[in-house]
Structure formats: C-alpha cells, structure tokens
C-alpha cells in the first residue's frame, strides 16, 4: 500500500525556518518525482516545488523560490522541504504528493499524504 | 488570483448533471493536459481526471472531463451527495515553468 506521511510542521516566527519530511513506502521511490502542494486554512490549492527521481530537475513557485528547497534521499525514502525566511503567508498545510510520471511536465499527483500544518506568526 | 480560473460554487440536485469550468491561457491549458482532482471536507485531494478525459481506475464513469482551446470542463452526471465537495483543475504552466491550480469550485447537493 503506498503511504505518504508529513511531519515537521508547528507554529514558527516569521522569518524563522522550518524543515518538513515526507516518509515514503510501498512503492519505488526513487523512480517518482514528486511534489509540494500546500493549502492555506479556508484556500485552494497552491503547488510549490517539485523534484525528479534523480534529483535533476528541480522546479519552485515564485512564491517561494530563494526562501525554500525541495530535497530527497532515496536511500532514505524522504523527502524534504527547508523552509527559510517564512512569512505569515507561508501558513499552511503542506502536502506532499506523488507524481505518477505518465507524461512529462504535468501535475499527475496520484497519492497524496494527510498534510502538514505549518503555521507562521508573531 | 489563480492562473486558472474557476466557478467559486456550483449546485445541484441529486440526480442532476452539473459541469465545473476552467479557464486558463495557451501558456497552460492551451498546449498541456488537464487534470482534476476532488478534496472532500478534511481530506487529502484525489485525483479524478487525467490527460484532460481520462479516469483513473476506481473513478466511477459519471465524472467526465473534456478540453477544448484554452478551456476544461468537469462533468459529473447522476449527481449524488457525497459528491459534495471542492473541485480544482490543475495543468502545467510553460510560462510558469510549473503546475498551476483552479482557485476551486465548491460543490453543493442540494
């Protein structure tokens, strides 16, 4: 079965930093790229990052390019997101997601984890 | 403001057809494929259409999404009530170098 699970997430300071992790099994990981999504409370969707098998290809938001970096260990199964310089707007809950990989450059997110909630304020 | 752009709500009856649009740019919808994805209340998205028409193996046949130009449309036949529920288009973004989302449809059965 594949799963999917965040953690990391809490209340941090604005420009303060915080690291999520996304544990990944019953599947191969590393042959998936895959995604952040985040969703601030009462918003739609919001993609911010995504990442090839290989670590190659990498892709950010301009929301968040500079202040965060997406990462993975695919010994480890993990993937991450450092998250520096976060603003009240950052607040959300953050997803990660598989992207099944049919075609290249499309947001195929076929497994999703429960989320993350980071929150960012004074 | 989302690239994509979507209905805030649609409603039905039980029973009913409704359809959801989505409109975007030839950066977007225009050149890529569509996707859909269904997020009941306190849940994690779930992918309901891909490559524009296609459902994934457990999506029942009444969901259907079509593309045409720079726009979509999700339609959702025998509408019932736990289809109620927040719809977003997604596709890639050449412009943006990355998907972009619909701001969302909030589905309502009446």
């Known amino acids: 079965e594949v799963q999917l699970v965040e953690s990391g997430g809490g209340l941090v300071k604005p420009g303060g930093s915080l690291r999520l992790s996304c544990a990944a099994s019953g599947f191969t990981f590393n042959t998936y790229s895959m995604n952040w999504v985040r969703q601030a409370p009462g918003k739609g969707l919001e993609w911010v990052s995504c990442i090839s098998s290989s670590s190659s290809y990498i892709y950010y938001a301009d929301s968040v390019k500079g202040r965060f970096t997406i990462s993975r260990d695919n010994a480890k199964r993990s993937l991450y997101l450092q998250m520096n310089s976060l603003r009240v707007e950052d607040t959300a809950i953050y997803y990660c997601?598989?992207?099944?990989?049919?075609?290249?450059?499309?947001?195929?997110?076929?497994?999703w984890g429960q989320g993350t909630l980071v929150t960012v304020s004074s | 403001q989302s690239v994509l752009t979507q209905p805030s709500s649609a409603s039905g009856t039980p029973g009913q057809r409704v359809t959801i649009s989505c409109s975007g740019s030839s950066s977007n919808i225009g050149r890529k494929y569509v996707y859909w994805y269904q997020q009941l209340p306190g849940t994690a998205p779930k992918l309901l259409i891909y490559?524009?028409?296609q459902r994934p193996s457990g999506v029942p046949d009444r969901f259907s999404g079509s593309k045409s130009g720079t726009s979509a449309s999700l339609a959702i036949s025998g509408l019932r009530s736990d289809d109620e529920a927040d719809y977003y288009c997604a596709a890639w973004d050449d412009s943006l170098s990355g998907p972009v989302f619909g701001g969302g449809t909030r589905l309502t059965v009446l």
């Open positions: 490559r524009s028409n």
């Open positions: 997601a598989r992207d099944i990989g049919r075609d290249a450059y499309s947001p195929e997110l076929d497994y």
